[in-house]
């Protein structure tokens, strides 16, 4: 059956067809793609302008043009900072910064721990590689870290870490996807490159950090977005280990608008969007990086 | 440079942050506790305790369960103090991980409390969490919509039946812009899908909410009183139309929007809609409603605080507690914290002498205090309350959203048993 | 000289694996021995129950309940997804006047956490004042209950999923596209294969490796995510969104039941494992 629908479906536009439409197809598969673009387009940013708008709009106004909808729910047409001002005002100043010092020593120290693994996994035949990769790095990549927090939570109480910034730091520095990506990266690298190193006296440190990080880019970018995002995001974690004021984190700050007896929506929003635009405004510059990376790793 | 730079910035950084604290001789306790504004209060204990210090650790409300359940299961000695939603009580009495609290208070700060929330706060007739407010419901009215129905609105101290509810929302409920979904509302539940609202409906009705045991559900959620009480529910979002089944928005939000004509909540609206100043509607309450062939029976029940049984710090967290839950402390909480109905009765007494609340509608608060004084029906006392609440929570969702109610109570009853089967 | 070769690499893994051990590894095989033990939850005692826990899970109609709807999930996202983000990354693949500012769009929502995105598309689904239906009503279409309907709730965790998932993933396969050397699609064209059969012939076959990759992260993703029920429909309506994920933190996080959550995680590592082994057996390489 199925060899006799292709065969058909081969059949049926013709040679002579196919002449004629050409011109037609150069015009019309390009004004399609756009098509398709805009329609995939407003899907993505419906929720996001909406969001923008309602954080710029009073909390009792918020839903005012979402039903029936208007044009008006995706600008700020009783544009207010009120929401703005409230969470700065209750130290979602602090959040930004403590979140931001979070994330870039997660980038930097956890990178280069994932870095090191990554090369090691990648680059060296060594006793017991298959089964350290398939049980530590596979295995931690497919439990949920959420749902172990129990046990996790007893470990770092053991350590007297609660309400700490290590507490809070070092259980997110080791990152199993971001060893994969690494491994996969180096591994594509020319042996000739390494060779010609060793053989000059290179120690194996010395070959990482001159020959294999410059022409790495594309992977530490692309490693420090997947953990800068990540730590950027956290909430569960940050929420039990150290919930008091001066260490709130965004996400944690943000949940403390949604209360017993309803939720300040405009500051939910507002609190949202700050958090959206730090990792976008990193994502945008170097997505051309982002995609090198994925392109190097010989995943495909 | 850059990527060096910043490491040496991170490591600087990093080593400041784990030197220890600096040394002092003040003991630093910390308080798991909501987003009340919780500064005065510390400010206060503070300034008269000088050697302890105490460092909030504020959480959404969604989040405070499983926090404790996570920190307290593990035996952590950290936060000290803890809020405890009353009816989490028992649960957390029966796991040990609160300190008996007898000890630490008088008897006439005892009996200063109201008799139920000191029952509410006991578990095997032992304090574990001091009562620092409480709540009662009334129903809260929007005067133009009673004219525009030519019908008369009830005085503060009328009590309407829910009969009397049921022929007069859907009259009140109107599609003005007529694209067939009502755009003005006529009654909700402030708290649509919580218990603690709804379980007065059979309890007008006279049925318990849980059995003799406090973990039998089988007969008892799925009792004919039960299902009279939650098909009037139903029949209110589905077949009289006359209430929205959203919960995406907050009653108290579009009540003052005009968009709905009565509301069952709590007396935290009344000072919010006479403060506010932009507001529109003319509002008056009355008494919580109940069935015809019932009793009058309102909810109660609100916050109390407790002390982690593993904490190092027993005295400072327990002189902390004394402090928020008794005398100027507890009068200091309600003014400038919770905002909640006040657990102790020197407190609550304040609604009746001090002029603020002499004039309408501020006097509103003096016929909640009188409310509370009903027949207030506390939530089942379970152990396995959380359990029991969250399943009746998404079984109260589906009935409200259409579900048959004699399958969803029986549902119910499967889920709860299944859980309850643990503390057996 | 070579004895430090031997030790190198594991010199070079011991921070990062000593790490993922110490706070990844040893908290999972935690909560698999928990799986074998019955706590009192008034003494806090343990006492080693064997399967207790597990038979206790598996005469529970609401476990299985849950299996169910875990099932559908799957079997209905990860196709949907990877569909989507495939056809995305064609899309975005086209060299077209503009096209850097369309990708950069798209790459908006991976920048989004996901309690975010649920909570803003929880809103815009509201059934009374959300967006969705707002628009619905301006085309003169009846509004949709979305999260408070049996049929339509799964559905609407799918696309809640899906606006991150979808982006995500096509970056991963638009890096796959872009790796494929031009010269052999206009080899096709010469050929005279059409676009549709140089993408089923050429395309899809060279993007196996990552095809495969995006298929299992995608599907650990998906079986691991919980976070838009907690905050959204906590397993309703009529547990029609009620995920194991979900059951298990309820279980542990919730009601303390220990025993019953890490049996219901352990019953899901397996059944992820195993997926996982299927999937790559059939996209398995023959390089």
């Avoid at chain 1, 398939?134 to 927090?149: E, G, K, N, S, Y």
Wanted: proline share 6%; glycine share 6%.
């Amino acid at each position: 059956m199925r060899v006799e629908s292709a065969g058909l479906r081969q059949d049926l536009p013709g040679h002579s067809r196919k002449q004629n439409r050409k011109p037609l197809r150069a015009f019309a598969q390009p004004a399609l793609a756009y098509c398709l673009l805009i329609a995939g387009i407003i899907i993505v940013v419906l929720p996001l302008m909406w969001a923008a708008a309602a954080s710029f709009t009073p909390n009792h106004k918020v839903f005012e043009y979402a039903y029936p909808f208007s044009w008006r729910a995706l600008f700020p047409v009783d544009f207010t900072l009120e929401a703005y001002e409230n969470l700065f005002a209750r130290g979602f100043g602090r959040a930004v910064r403590n979140t931001f010092f979070l994330a870039v020593s997660t980038v930097i120290i956890g990178g280069a721990a994932n870095a090191l693994a990554g090369f090691a996994f990648g680059r060296f035949e060594f006793r017991g590689k298959n089964l350290l990769f398939l049980t530590v790095v596979m295995l931690t990549f497919m439990v949920p870290v959420d749902l172990t927090a129990i046990p996790r939570y007893i470990l770092v109480n053991s350590f007297g870490w609660i309400n700490t910034w290590q507490g809070l730091l070092i259980p997110g520095l080791a990152n199993s996807l971001v060893i994969f990506l690494f491994r996969q990266f180096f591994a594509e690298i020319p042996q000739e490159l390494i060779d010609a190193a060793r053989v000059d006296g290179a120690t194996w440190l010395r070959v990482l950090v001159s020959i294999i990080m410059p022409i790495s880019k594309p992977v530490l970018v692309a490693a420090s977005l997947l953990m800068f995002i990540g730590q950027w995001n956290s909430f569960f974690w940050p929420l039990l280990i150290a919930p008091r004021k001066e260490m709130r984190v965004v996400q944690v700050e943000i949940s403390l608008a949604i209360g017993q007896y309803g939720t300040v929506w405009n500051e939910l929003l507002a609190g949202s969007m700050i958090a959206a635009i730090v990792p976008i405004l990193l994502i945008i510059p170097f997505q051309r990086y982002y995609v090198q990376a994925i392109t190097g790793t010989g995943l495909d | 440079m850059m990527l060096i730079r910043s490491l040496i910035l991170v490591a600087v950084l990093f080593t400041m942050a784990l030197s220890p604290a600096l040394a002092q001789d003040v003991t630093t306790i910390t308080w798991l506790t909501l987003g009340w504004p919780v500064e005065p209060i510390i400010e206060e204990f503070e300034a008269r305790n000088p050697d302890i210090k105490i460092e909030a650790e504020q959480v959404g409300f969604n989040d405070l369960f499983a926090q404790i359940q996570v920190r307290l299961g593990a035996g952590s000695a950290v936060p000290d103090v803890i809020a405890v939603d009353v009816p989490l009580v028992s649960g957390y009495a029966f796991r040990n991980w609160l300190l008996p609290l007898d000890p630490i208070f008088t008897g006439d700060e005892v009996e200063d409390w109201l008799p139920a929330a000191v029952d509410a706060g006991s578990y095997e007739g032992t304090l574990y969490a001091a009562p620092l407010s409480t709540s009662t419901q009334l129903l809260f009215y929007n005067k133009a919509c009673f004219d525009r129905a030519g019908l008369m609105p009830p005085g503060a101290d009328d009590r309407l039946t829910w009969e009397e509810i049921a022929e007069i929302a859907p009259k009140m409920t109107f599609d003005d812009d007529g694209d067939g979904t009502p755009d003005v509302w006529g009654f909700i539940w402030e708290q649509m899908v919580r218990i603690y609202q709804l379980q007065v409906l059979p309890e007008s009705l006279g049925a318990p909410a849980i059995g003799e045991d406090g973990l039998t559900v089988d007969g008892v959620i799925n009792s004919p009183e039960w299902i009279e009480a939650y098909t009037y529910y139903y029949n209110m979002f589905n077949v009289w139309n006359a209430a929205p089944q959203g919960e995406e928005f907050w009653p108290p939000d579009i009540f003052e929007t005009g968009n709905i004509c009565m509301f069952v909540g709590g007396p935290w609206n009344i000072p919010r809609f006479a403060n506010n100043a932009d507001l529109e509607i003319e509002w008056g309450v009355s008494r919580h409603p109940y069935f015809e062939d019932g009793v009058a029976a309102t909810p109660t029940g609100s916050w109390h605080i407790g002390v982690n049984a593993n904490t190092e710090n027993v005295d400072a967290a327990t002189r902390f507690v004394h402090f928020i839950s008794t005398g100027e402390g507890a009068e200091l909480w309600w003014r400038e914290g919770s905002g909640d109905f006040p657990a102790q009765q020197s407190v609550l007494a304040l609604f009746s002498t001090e002029a603020e609340f002499d004039e309408l509608p501020m006097s509103y608060l003096r016929t909640a205090a009188d409310e509370a004084t009903v027949n207030p029906r506390p939530r089942a006392v379970t152990v396995g309350f959380l359990e029991y609440e969250q399943i009746l929570q998404n079984i109260f969702q589906d009935i409200r959203n259409g579900a048959d109610v004699e399958e969803s109570l029986n549902l119910a009853v499967q889920r709860i048993e299944s859980e309850m089967a643990k503390y057996r | 000289m070579r004895l430090s070769r031997q030790i190198i690499p594991y010199l070079f893994l011991l921070p990062a694996l000593l790490l993922l051990i110490v706070f990844n590894l040893a908290p999972t095989i935690a909560t698999l021995v928990e799986s074998t033990f019955i706590m009192s939850l008034r003494s806090g005692h343990r006492v080693f129950a064997g399967f207790a826990n597990y038979e206790r899970i598996f005469s529970d109609p609401i476990f299985w309940k849950s299996f169910e709807v875990t099932t559908i999930f799957s079997l209905l996202v990860n196709p949907i997804q990877i569909a989507l983000a495939l056809a995305l990354a064609v899309l975005i693949n086209q060299r077209l006047p503009g096209i850097g500012v369309f990708r950069s769009i798209y790459l908006l929502p991976i920048a989004v956490s996901l309690n975010v995105t649920a909570i803003v598309w929880g809103l815009m689904l509201d059934q009374n004042s959300g967006m969705i239906n707002g628009i619905l009503i301006q085309f003169g279409l009846p509004r949709q209950p979305f999260l408070h309907s049996v049929d339509q709730a799964l559905w609407s965790i799918i696309l809640i999923a899906s606006w991150i998932g979808v982006p995500l993933w096509s970056l991963f396969l638009l890096a796959g596209l872009q790796n494929i050397p031009p010269t052999v699609l206009e080899a096709a064209k010469i050929d005279g294969a059409n676009a549709w059969q140089s993408f089923t012939k050429i395309t899809l076959p060279l993007l196996r490796r990552v095809l495969a990759f995006v298929l299992v992260a995608d599907t650990v993703a998906n079986f691991l995510m919980f976070a838009p029920i907690l905050l959204l429909t906590s397993g309703g309506p009529r547990l029609s969104t009620n995920l194991i994920m979900y059951e298990t933190y309820r279980r542990g996080f919730l009601y303390g039941d220990l025993g019953a959550s890490s049996a219901m995680l352990s019953v899901m590592l397996i059944i992820v494992f195993v997926i996982i082994g299927v999937e790559l057996y059939v996209l398995r390489g023959h390089d």
